[in-house]
């Protein structure tokens, strides 16, 4: 059975810095990029940043380029998001998600996490 779990939501002050874990359990996890999304409420899903499978090369959504960095630990079969000076309208949930494609940045994923709850109070 395929899991991903998210962690390391929570509520924080503009400004602020949070570290999202996400661990993937049931496959082989370097057999997947990762990437991950956010949806605010009442607004769609959207891409927030991707990784492949050795972590040598990323991309970001340009709302958070520069502010948020994404990495994997493949020993950990982990993925985290580093998210630094956050705003106000990074408030969302946060969801990791695994793509077992051939190209990168994939067009699509497989699997998907339950998401975590990021605030950031202004």
């Known amino acids: 059975q395929v899991q991903l779990v998210e962690s390391g939501g929570g509520l924080v002050q503009a400004g602020g810095s949070l570290r999202l874990s996400c661990v993937l359990s049931?496959?082989?996890?370097?057999?997947?990029?990762m990437g991950w999304f956010r949806q605010a409420p009442g607004k769609e899903r959207e891409f927030v940043a991707t990784?492949?499978?050795?972590?040598?090369?990323?991309s970001y959504s340009d709302s958070v380029k520069g502010r948020f960095t994404i990495s994997r630990d493949n020993a950990k079969d982990t993925v985290y998001l580093q998210m630094n000076s956050l705003k106000p309208e990074d408030t969302a949930d946060y969801f990791c998600?695994?793509?077992?494609?051939?190209?990168?940045?994939?067009?699509?994923?497989?699997?998907w996490g339950q998401g975590t709850q990021v605030t950031v109070s202004s």
């Open positions: 998600a695994a793509a077992r494609s051939t190209s990168f940045p994939p067009r699509a994923y497989d699997y």
């Open positions: 990784i492949n499978r050795s972590g040598s090369s990323t």
């Open positions: 049931g496959r082989i996890f370097t057999n997947y990029h």
